[in-house]
């Protein structure tokens, strides 16, 4: 008989909070928010321990749990990847380790538990909420991993931010998967039920008031007693899909250059307020868009992001920026020594906007300065990400060629490309192939609705030498109505979408009407292939001087 490898959930908790301070202690369901999430993960049974910090200042936070009968466990304050080691330094090296926060108090016994099975059963080294593309609530988290994986992380982790938030390096380096909770109505995944501001304690106090056993009351029941007490924001999920390594990415990124500069052909506004500004950003995060696309040439995009990360959106999206724009800081001779300074200086300054220690993705913003400087930019990057600065690196191209060379760079990990119905280019069969061999690549597809002017009427094109504009407006309209889409936007949205190589469509929004209008697009079918071939051969060749922004004339 084989006996079921031992298990300990373990709880991280401390008092300091820049949003919350002491919220582990605040009450709810007549006890301290710590006791509570500690005492619902046991209540089948289930071993668990709080890991705290050693400073002075838990000191409390220890003793109210020490008054409730629950295992604590003290180490670093800043290295929670060393308090999960000592939590679990007396279990063998396949224990199952359970990582919850004390901020999430709705996860129970049978929850963990059916997480547990179902790492059992996909036999992956690593298994995981993520809200909302699980289907369930943010703050219905909790990650399932090995001891042995915990071990080695350990072990390898050098940067602060790995080791400050436990799992990233495992998650980088493991076979990992979402747990999906498949019968979760479409509503829960729009809920909040997290504990990191007075908004949210709010939020949770109707659910515990007058309930019977906050201990023992199922997770589901939380859930719908959240959703009765808080009126649910209508707003349109956004489809995903899971990429080789099994990240998920939302079918719509948002691209942030209208955020931080007026910018685009149809963006009559100029530039959002910082209101409106956080709405679009929160609303985006609520509506499960997985990536914000920025860089350090976008005005003030990152520093926007950045302060709405900080706001609570940290958890919930991803962001991709992109190094400055080199070949206007620096001579085209310029030495290893200032093409490092000026790769530090754009790291770290975004990095600081963005409130982070680890930059998830950055992109060279040019291709031409992968091999500029006598490589010395790219080497530095590769530098940062070994020591942690950045997660993943890759390259915003422009044509077809460069996305060539980017595919056969085993370092590069994401691309950018310029992709639209008009443009043939990216049908090329070589660039196809190439794809189809580098599946591990991202693909985000930018540029679908060629700055905005694809929505136009024909007299507001741009005016280039051998295209008739009215023409196209026609057969984009034609393609409109013979395939019942709602408009050019869903069109054009529909077709890129329907490419089998791209990842993600960036697309730019500086407003909530832009945005509600195109997650209700990104909610319609992409095309089939067969409508995407029909759409390819109803159009004429067109020069590049239309399908490339930076050669159109000005007005």
């Keep these: 008989m084989t006996l079921a490898p031992a298990v300990l959930v373990v709880i991280q908790s401390r008092l300091a909070s820049s949003r919350l301070p002491a919220k582990a202690l605040l009450p709810l369901g007549g006890k301290s928010s710590a006791v509570l999430c500690a005492q619902r993960a046991a209540n089948t049974g289930l071993p668990v321990v709080v890991a705290t910090s050693d400073r002075p200042a838990d000191d409390a936070l220890a003793a109210e749990l020490e008054r409730a009968g629950i295992v604590c466990v003290r180490g670093p304050h800043d290295d929670v990847l060393q308090r999960f080691v000592q939590a679990t330094q007396a279990l063998p090296s396949q224990a199952r380790v359970v990582r919850l926060t004390a901020d999430n108090v709705f996860p129970d016994g049978a929850f963990v538990q059916t997480l547990l099975d179902d790492f059992e059963q996909r036999g992956l080294d690593y298994v995981a909420t993520g809200s909302p593309q699980d289907g369930l609530p943010y703050g219905m988290s909790a990650e399932v991993f090995t001891t042995a994986s915990l071990r080695r992380a350990a072990r390898e982790a050098a940067t602060a931010a790995d080791r400050e938030h436990v799992t990233p390096w495992i998650r980088r380096h493991a076979s990992c998967g979402l747990h999906v909770v498949a019968d979760a109505p479409a509503h829960w995944s729009r809920l909040r039920c997290t504990l990191d501001s007075f908004a949210d304690y709010e939020r949770l106090l109707p659910v515990f008031e007058g309930l019977g056993d906050a201990v023992r009351s199922p997770w589901r029941s939380l859930v ?38 007026p910018y685009g052909i149809a963006n009559p506004q100029g530039l959002p307020s910082e209101q409106e500004c956080a709405d679009v950003l929160r609303l985006a995060a609520e509506a499960g868009i997985t990536a914000l696309d920025t860089a350090r040439a976008y005005g003030v995009a990152e520093a926007r992001i950045g302060r709405a990360l900080q706001a609570g959106l940290r958890d919930r999206v991803r962001v991709v920026t992109k190094l400055d724009v080199l070949d206007k800081q620096l001579p085209p001779d310029a030495g290893a020594a200032s093409v490092r300074c000026a790769v530090d200086a754009s790291v770290f300054a975004s990095a600081h906007a963005l409130q982070t220690r680890c930059i998830d993705t950055l992109l060279l913003h040019r291709w031409s300065h992968r091999h500029a400087f006598a490589e010395a930019a790219w080497h530095r990057l590769l530098e940062l990400k070994r020591k942690g600065v950045v997660a993943h690196l890759g390259a915003s191209v422009s044509d077809v060629p460069q996305a060539l060379a980017a595919l056969g760079d085993p370092d590069i990990e994401h691309l950018q490309c310029p992709v639209n119905l008009l443009d043939a280019r990216w049908r090329d069969g070589e660039l196809l192939a190439a794809l189809r061999a580098r599946p591990d690549v991202v693909v985000h597809a930018r540029s679908v609705l060629l700055q905005g002017l694809l929505t136009l009427p024909a007299q507001r094109w741009v005016r280039v030498p051998g295209v008739d504009a009215e023409q196209l407006c026609k057969i984009l309209d034609h393609w409109v109505a013979t395939l019942d889409r709602i408009d050019r936007t869903d069109l054009c949205m529909a077709y890129v979408r329907g490419l089998p190589w791209v990842t993600s469509v960036v697309v730019g929004m500086e407003n909530l009407q832009q945005l509600r209008s195109n997650l209700a697009h990104a909610q319609r079918p992409a095309l089939s292939p067969d409508d995407i071939q029909r759409i390819d051969a109803s159009l004429p060749p067109l020069p590049v001087a239309l399908l490339d922004p930076a050669q159109w004339e000005p007005a």
């Design 224 to 261: 719908e007693r959240l959703a009765d007490a808080n009126e649910l924001q209508r707003t349109p999920r956004v489809p995903y899909r899971c990429d080789a390594g099994g990240r998920v990415h939302s079918a719509l990124t948002l691209g942030t250059v209208q955020l931080g500069l």
